[in-house]
């Protein structure tokens, strides 16, 4: 999904009311979900709910055991949004490849096989743990990208714990340029925050620092 929308000013926002933001600023989004869209990441149609409940048993097993909790989490939530596709290619195929190709997926935004990245696992282990064939997950993997959309780094699939770490999930257009949100002011972060563009407010960090 790609942003339909464009910011309006602060004193469009709800609870804004007399909060008007300066009209030097103009902020845009850059990527591809709001944060605070989290409840809907977990919405699966109930005809996808036997095939949901199949693979996130497959990938919560192998997370649980190898990973950590933030790829589970983040692979349920893959899950469900392939399940919302219409049609999902979850409809057809094994479950095991399936999960083993949403775990790969992730590890390719998150770069999982590198060992300077943690958690660290290779390919060829994490087809061992799900006890399926490389090729099979490449291709798995594949049509989960090209349905999703998802890229290294993609802000939406990124681990909790590696946001700090994402350029992208800090920018933004302000006034026709890219920028960093972090770098900005005050006032701008707040928008960009109200809207669920960025995770916490860099200056408030800075203040208790």
């Given at each position: ?187 701008v972060q707040e928008i960009a925050f109200a809207r669920g563009l960025i995770p916490y407010i860099p200056a408030h960090r800075k203040d208790r620092s």
């Amino acid at each position: 999904m790609h942003w339909q929308w464009r910011n309006k000013l602060m004193s469009d926002l709800p609870g804004q009311s007399g909060r008007a933001l300066p009209h030097r600023y103009r902020v845009y989004p850059v990527k591809a979900i709001s944060m605070t869209d989290r409840a809907r990441l977990y919405t699966v149609p109930k005809i996808m709910l036997p095939v949901y409940e199949k693979i996130v048993g497959l990938t919560d097993n192998v997370c649980d055991k190898h990973l950590n909790s933030e790829y589970r989490d983040l692979a349920r939530a893959m899950t469900a949004a392939l399940c919302r596709k219409r049609p999902s290619p979850l409809a057809s195929g094994q479950p095991r490849t399936w999960a083993c190709g949403i775990v790969y997926a992730l590890g390719r935004v998150n770069f999982l096989g590198d060992k300077s990245f943690s958690p660290y696992m290779t390919t060829a282990d994490l087809c061992t743990a799900f006890e399926v064939g490389e090729s099979t997950v490449h291709a798995k993997a594949r049509v989960i990208e090209e349905t999703l959309g998802t890229r290294p780094f993609d802000p939406q699939w990124t681990l909790p714990s590696l946001v700090e770490r994402n350029p992208l999930v800090w920018m933004a257009e302000v006034n026709g340029l890219l920028v960093d949100l972090r770098d900005m002011p005050r006032d701008v972060q707040e928008i960009a925050f109200a809207r669920g563009l960025i995770p916490y407010i860099p200056a408030h960090r800075k203040d208790r620092s």
